[in-house]
């Protein structure tokens, strides 16, 4: 069982090597519990390539574990190391399990996937359960469709872990977008612990980052970004045909192709992108938010952070979301465009360039996401920040009177 200290502490486990979503939700978690909480230590487990280069705030700090990434077959490999996977993943397990033992948390929040990535949480759930240790599940608004969902979490024994070791499931997003576990079967204890946090508020901070930005950002812009760009070439690709055919669509554009593109594409797109004068591009800038703030609209593919970015900076956008091999983007930017806080443009596979460039055309007669009221929407910070403080050691007797309790969170009905 846990002994009195002075200093909370979290650990927060997000399982991708690939892709920038889960880091950058961890992060911005990390960074709003310690500036709640001021003797709170969180630290970061991630198989993320590139950690490194985003920037922490004091008391928050990360331990990259060997990277992997998933092949088109599904199966995973090695990221870097020339080892087999099964070694990789005893490694990763081995890494994790004794941080916990050391870190000691008392909160344990795993990002998106009940055991980790092949099961490599589970021994860790084991020896933190005993100690004392509130174990937390943070999901985001929307997994898959349940068609899909239900049996991967069935083959992946999920629900037995949902009910035997965690205390409660958060889910950052509002019942209004997704019931992100739709169609599973789970025991009503399991769904009694779940909470609707709302989602996760972000800022542009100025000054954030000492990266130079084109010219262009200058004037106001749209900001095209795909993430991580593993998967994006299919919208900077669409968005260059629609500059290349009207070179008078109403903003400039700035393309952020993402460290994860290919490198080969991204070569061809900046050299597509150098022949006109209206666009220019950058692979990486690690403050994207601040590049939100200053653009007067944003096409994007519609992952988690860029959706809660959006909302956050109230920015007229236009999703275009990718429909393999999750149709979480498109459920997401569905739900998001019939509340009208966004445009969505699907994707029909053709990429007509006029087709795109009418819907630029009409992004800036679009709504921002201000103009409509959905109670609730942006609190995902400030729910966290009370669901954490019962749990951090001397942050219980600072946390006001006034804060709500977990029952007066939305549940899944």
């Given at each position: 069982?846990k002994?009195?200290?002075?200093a909370?502490?979290v650990?927060i486990y997000?399982?991708?090597s ?10 911005t ?10 003797h ?14 985003f ?9 990259r ?14 990221l ?17 399990r ?6 000691d948390?008392?909160?344990?929040i ?12 589970l021994d ?14 943070g ?5 898959d469709?349940?068609?899909l ?12 872990a949902l ?13 209004q977008i997704?019931d992100?576990l739709?169609?599973?079967s789970l025991p ?6 779940m909470f609707y ?5 972000r800022?542009?901070?100025n000054?954030?980052?000492?990266a ?7 004037k ?6 795909t993430?991580?760009?593993g ?11 629609a500059?290349?055919?009207?070179r ?12 994860f593109?290919?490198?080969?594409r991204?070569?061809?797109?900046i050299?597509?992108a150098?022949?006109l004068?209206?666009?220019d ?8 938010e ?5 653009a007067?609209g944003?096409?994007?593919m ?7 970015e959006?909302l ?10 990718r429909t393999t ?9 569905s ?9 969505m ?8 360039p006029?087709t ?7 992004l800036p007669?679009?709504n ?6 959905v109670p609730?929407l942006l609190?995902g910070?400030?729910?966290v920040?009370?669901?954490v403080?019962?749990w951090?050691g001397?942050?219980?007797?600072s946390a006001?009177?006034?804060?709500a ?9």
């Amino acid at each position: 069982m846990k002994t009195a200290r002075s200093a909370g502490r979290v650990l927060i486990y997000s399982h991708d090597s690939f892709g920038l979503g889960h880091l950058r939700r961890c992060q911005t978690i990390a960074h709003a519990l310690v500036e709640r909480f001021e003797h709170l230590s969180v630290l970061i487990l991630s198989g993320s390539p590139i950690i490194g280069s985003f920037d922490f705030r004091s008391r928050v700090d990360f331990v990259r574990v060997p990277g992997v990434i998933k092949l088109r077959n599904g199966e995973y490999t090695p990221l870097n190391l020339h080892i087999d996977i099964e070694r990789t993943l005893s490694m990763r397990a081995s890494i994790i399990r004794h941080t916990a033992e050391v870190f000691d948390p008392d909160l344990f929040i795993v990002d998106k996937e009940p055991l980790g990535l092949r099961g490599e949480v589970l021994d860790t759930l084991k020896v933190l359960k005993p100690r004392g240790t509130r174990l937390v599940l943070g999901l985001r608004d929307v997994m898959d469709e349940p068609r899909l969902l239900a049996p991967e979490w069935e083959r992946k024994n999920a629900v037995p872990a949902l009910r035997d070791y965690y205390d409660e499931i958060w889910v950052y997003g509002l019942p209004q977008i997704c019931d992100p576990l739709e169609g599973i079967s789970l025991p009503m204890g399991v769904r009694q612990r779940m909470f609707y946090t709302g989602y996760l508020a972000r800022e542009a901070r100025n000054g954030a980052s000492s990266a130079r930005l084109p010219e262009i950002t200058r004037k106001p812009y749209l900001l095209v970004t795909t993430g991580g760009g593993g998967d994006g070439e299919a919208l900077i690709d669409w968005v260059l045909r629609a500059y290349e055919h009207d070179r008078l669509l109403p903003y400039p554009a700035l393309l952020v192709l993402g460290p994860f593109m290919h490198s080969e594409r991204q070569s061809e797109f900046i050299n597509r992108a150098a022949k006109l004068k209206r666009v220019d591009t950058i692979t990486f800038y690690n403050h994207l938010e601040t590049l939100v703030a200053r653009a007067a609209g944003v096409v994007a593919m519609g992952g988690y952070n860029t959706f809660c970015e959006v909302l956050s900076l109230d920015k007229r956008a236009l999703i275009v979301p990718r429909t393999t091999p999750r149709l979480e983007q498109f459920i997401r930017a569905s739900r998001a465009s019939s509340l009208g806080l966004v445009s969505m443009l699907a994707d029909d596979g053709r990429h007509d360039p006029e087709t795109m460039a009418a819907a630029l055309r009409a992004l800036p007669r679009r709504n921002r996401p201000s103009e409509v009221v959905v109670p609730g929407l942006l609190e995902g910070l400030e729910n966290v920040a009370r669901l954490v403080a019962p749990w951090v050691g001397r942050e219980r007797a600072s946390a006001g009177a006034g804060d709500a309790a977990p029952e007066a969170l939305p549940r899944l009905a």
